[in-house]
Each structure stands twice: as structure tokens, then as C-alpha cells.
């Protein structure tokens, strides 16, 4: 045995035990002095030692390391890259919609009609609003909705004291101005009759004085009277003469006062005799009456309701001329016109008629259209009942269209599900939409003659390009 032959330990356990590695073995090993750092407990680990025999040479080898499992970890990380790799770049597969859940509709080329379409009502021509003119207490009601009236038929009655002690009061006041108009008339001809009494009386004054003063003028002229006499007598008759002028004067003036004054009490009075009219028709207001022949449709009162002026007491309709007002969406109205034919479905018959009026303004989104019905209207056909009219706007002679899809607005781009030839799948297409109508809209691109596009609302598969009807 060569001297640095070394001993080897192959039990785990023991060179575990070990702190450093062994020490040389002595040639002989009966001599050999065992350290107590090889010992356990003071006893060699003799079943883990072996002595190597004397013609035995021990040739340190060099460990070969183990590549299998770094090459397996390898493998098997590029396997999962590349599984995960191809199921990110795999499509999902297409959904399944129920073919009887969906509207399919096949896109033609022909003539196409534009037509909008919109609810409404039927509403009379002639509609008597009564309101009251005053206020009052509803005592009675003689009649109730749906009862046909006359123009004279009485539909209830008001009663205010108040309103009817004015009427009292107006009227007494009328036949005051009246004693005063016919007092004044009587002064004013008294004052009259008088002043031409003086009048009179003046004239034969008058008369008697120029006799007198012409007889005193012949007698001074045969010195039989003198001067003073003479100037006396004319200057009486000049005195009589002007007095005379005067009073005639006032007779004219207090006939020219005498029309005028009366005039003045007379307007006077027609104004009294007007309020007093009004405050009768006040109180004859109080008695509500139809005031034209038809039938009474609405009475929104009660007994002892109070009410004020303005206040709708009733409504009272000819059912036998009708209208209809539809109220269409104010993105398809803009190309409604007046004349245009229209058609009114009643629920229990269609009626013609044309457009009359367009409501220049819009209210809550939608346009008001007066239609003219034209015909006998269908049983039924009352006021207020909800139809449903269709405007034609025009026709397009050769077109490509198909039904109107969910939601499609005209000249629009929308995506659409097109069917593809003998299969059950469909392929998302964009769609070009020109002119629309109510239940067609015109095709400009993105679809041909005979293909099936899907037009329900598919917006629960706006992420898959193919769907599949089952």
C-alpha cells in the first residue's frame, strides 16, 4: 500500500459525522493511533471503515454531472410557451343565436315607398269650449258626458249673490238716469216756453211803441208835441226793439241747450242701460247652456265645486266631423308636405286623407300633423280615440333596399350580420344606408341583390365577427 493512500467513507451517515476529511491511514493499522474525533461515544465506527488491501491502489475518478433533468425542465418550459402561444393565436368559437329569435330579411331591388308613420289621434273640427264668466257655485247639473244637446239646453246652473245684487244695483241705477233725463227735459221746455212767453210779450211791446212813437213824430211835426215827448216815446220803442233781439236770442240758445243737455244724459244713461245689460247676461251666465247642437263630451264638475272665471265648465263636439292629428318624429318629418296622401288606421278600419297642416315647431321630439280625413269614417270612430297614419312621402322607382334594421338611421353606415350562401353562419358587414322609409331603408354599398342580413339588435355579440344561427 502506497503511504498516501486514503481511506474512503462511504457510509452517509458517519462522513456526515465527520468534521474534516479523514487523515491518513498508517501502513499498519494495528499501530495506528484512531482519533477520538472518528469515534462515537468512544467507540470507532468500525462497520463504516474498511481497510483497503495491501495490493489494492485506490484511482480518484472525477464525477460526471447529470444533464437529463436541466434538459427535461428545458423541454417542458418550451412545450407550455408554445401551448400557450398557439391558444392565444386559436379564434374563439362563433356563438350560437337562435335563428327563430332574430328577424332575417333578403335584400330586393324594386320600387321602394317612403312613408313615415306615427301615432295620433282623432280630434272634431268643431270643439265649443265652455268656460265661466264668472264666478259662482255649481247648484245643478242636468246633463252628464255623452248626451247629445240642442243650442238651447240647459247643462247646469252657478248661483253667486253677489253677481246678482250688482245686476240689481246696475238696473237701478238706469232708471234714476232715466227720471233724471225726463226731469231735465221738462225744465229745459219750461225754460223754453218761458223765454218765449217773454219773447211774445216783447214783441207787442215793441209793436205798440214804434205805433206810439210814429204818432208823436206826425203830432211834433204840427207843433203839437214837444221834443222831449217827442224823443221819449223813440227811445221806448228802440228800448223794446233790442229786448226783443236779446230774448229771441236766448229762446235759440236754450234750444240749442236743450239738445245737447239731453244728448249728454242720454249717452249717459245707454252706458248705465250697458253695464246693466252685461251684469244681466252675468247672472243669465250663471244658467250654462250648451250654445251649439252636437255632443257633450266633457263636464269636469261636481255639485257645490266652486269655480272661477275661465274656469271650463264644459265641451261640446259635432262627433260626425273628425280630424286626425298625428304626432310624427321630428328626424323623419322634415320631408312631410302639405297634400301628401296619408292613411289612418282606426283599429277598426283605415280612412284616407291628406295632410292640412305641419306645426312649424317641434315639442318633445315630435311634429304635429293636422291630417283631412276624406270618406265615411269606420264604426267607432269617436273623438280622442288613438290611430295610427302613415304619410307618403314618395316612391322610388329602382333601388336596392331591405328591412329596416334595429335602431338604423337613413343616410348611415351601420354593421350588419350577412348570412353567408347554404350556410348557418354570419359574417359581420359593414352597410351603407341612403333613404329610409318605415319599414325598408335604401341599400348604397356593402350588400347585393338576394343576400340575408340579420336586422334585430345584435349588440350582445358586438365582439364576434361570426355568429352562427342554430
Given at each position: 500500500m502506497r503511504g498516501n493512500a486514503r481511506v474512503r467513507f462511504w457510509d452517509r451517515p458517519c462522513r456526515a459525522r465527520l468534521p474534516s476529511p479523514p487523515p491518513k491511514v498508517p501502513d499498519t493499522f494495528e499501530s495506528a493511533t484512531i482519533p477520538r474525533a472518528w469515534t462515537h461515544d468512544g467507540r470507532v465506527a468500525r462497520a463504516s471503515l474498511r481497510v483497503p488491501p495491501t495490493n489494492a491502489v485506490d484511482i480518484p475518478r472525477e464525477r460526471v454531472r447529470?444533464?437529463?433533468?436541466?434538459?427535461?425542465?428545458?423541454?417542458?418550459?418550451?412545450?407550455v410557451a408554445l401551448l400557450a402561444f398557439g391558444v392565444t393565436r386559436v379564434k374563439p368559437a362563433a356563438p350560437s343565436v337562435e335563428e327563430s329569435g332574430v328577424w332575417i330579411d333578403t335584400v330586393r331591388r324594386g320600387a321602394m315607398l317612403r312613408a313615415v308613420k306615427g301615432p295620433?289621434?282623432?280630434?272634431?273640427?268643431?270643439?265649443?269650449?265652455?268656460?265661466?264668466?264668472?264666478?259662482?257655485?255649481?247648484?245643478?247639473?242636468?246633463?252628464?258626458?255623452?248626451a247629445p244637446v240642442k243650442a238651447d239646453t240647459l247643462l247646469l246652473e252657478l248661483s253667486n249673490p253677489d253677481v246678482m245684487l250688482q245686476s240689481l244695483e246696475a238696473e237701478r241705477q238706469v232708471s234714476s238716469a232715466e227720471a233724471d233725463l225726463l226731469a231735465l227735459k221738462s225744465n229745459l221746455a219750461t225754460d223754453r216756453l218761458r223765454q218765449e212767453s217773454?219773447?211774445?210779450?216783447?214783441?207787442?211791446?215793441?209793436?205798440?211803441?214804434?205805433?206810439?212813437?210814429?204818432?208823436?213824430?206826425?203830432?211834433?211835426?204840427k207843433a203839437m208835441l214837444s221834443d222831449i215827448d217827442t224823443g221819449l216815446s223813440s227811445d221806448r220803442a228802440n228800448d223794446l226793439q233790442e229786448r226783443l233781439r236779446l230774448g229771441k236770442n236766448q229762446v235759440q240758445v236754450i234750444q240749442k241747450s236743450l239738445g245737447e243737455r239731453t244728448r249728454a244724459v242720454s249717452d249717459q244713461l245707454e252706458k248705465l242701460r250697458a253695464v246693466a245689460r252685461f251684469r244681466k247676461q252675468l247672472v243669465d251666465s250663471m244658467k250654462v247652456k250648451a250654445g251649439d247642437d252636437g255632443i257633450l263630451q266633457d263636464l269636469p264638475l261636481e255639485l257645490g265645486q266652486w269655480v272661477t272665471p275661465g274656469t271650463l265648465?264644459?265641451?261640446?263636439?259635432?262627433?260626425?266631423?273628425?280630424?286626425?292629428?298625428?304626432?310624427?318624429?321630428?328626424?323623419?318629418?322634415?320631408?312631410?308636405?302639405?297634400?301628401?296622401?296619408?292613411?289612418?288606421?282606426?283599429?277598426?278600419?283605415?280612412?284616407?286623407?291628406?295632410?292640412?297642416?305641419?306645426?312649424?315647431?317641434?315639442?318633445?321630439?315630435?311634429?304635429?300633423?293636422?291630417?283631412?280625413?276624406?270618406?265615411?269614417?269606420?264604426?267607432?270612430?269617436?273623438?280622442?280615440?288613438t290611430v295610427e297614419g302613415t304619410i307618403e312621402i314618395e316612391k322610388l322607382p329602382d333601388v336596392l333596399y331591405v328591412g329596416r334594421p334595429a335602431g338604423a338611421q337613413p343616410e348611415s353606415t351601420v354593421?350588419?350580420?350577412?348570412?353567408?350562401?347554404?350556410?348557418?353562419?354570419?359574417?359581420?358587414?359593414?352597410?351603407?344606408?341612403?333613404?329610409?322609409?318605415?319599414?325598408?331603408?335604401?341599400?348604397?354599398?356593402?350588400?347585393?341583390e338576394g343576400d340575408r342580413v340579420v336586422l334585430s339588435d345584435m349588440s350582445a355579440w358586438d365582439t364576434s365577427e361570426t355568429v352562427r344561427l342554430r
Open positions: 447529470n444533464l437529463r433533468p436541466v434538459y427535461l425542465a428545458g423541454g417542458g418550459t418550451l412545450l295620433g289621434t282623432l280630434v272634431p273640427e268643431h270643439i265649443r269650449w265652455i268656460t265661466a264668466d264668472t264666478a259662482g257655485r255649481v247648484e245643478r247639473i242636468h246633463l252628464r258626458p255623452g217773454s219773447v211774445a210779450q216783447l214783441e207787442t211791446d215793441a209793436a205798440d211803441a214804434r205805433r206810439r212813437a210814429e204818432a208823436d213824430r206826425k203830432l211834433h211835426s265648465l264644459a265641451k261640446v263636439v259635432q262627433p260626425g266631423e273628425l280630424k286626425a292629428e298625428l304626432r310624427i318624429p321630428e328626424t323623419q318629418a322634415r320631408d312631410v308636405a302639405l297634400g301628401q296622401k296619408v292613411e289612418v288606421d282606426t283599429r277598426n278600419g283605415i280612412v284616407s286623407g291628406k295632410v292640412r297642416r305641419v306645426n312649424p315647431a317641434a315639442s318633445q321630439g315630435t311634429v304635429l300633423v293636422e291630417v283631412e280625413l276624406e270618406g265615411e269614417l269606420p264604426k267607432g270612430a269617436r273623438p280622442d280615440l354593421e350588419l350580420y350577412r348570412l353567408a350562401p347554404g350556410s348557418d353562419t354570419a359574417q359581420r358587414t359593414r352597410v351603407a344606408l341612403g333613404r329610409s322609409s318605415v319599414n325598408t331603408i335604401e341599400v348604397k354599398g356593402g350588400l347585393s
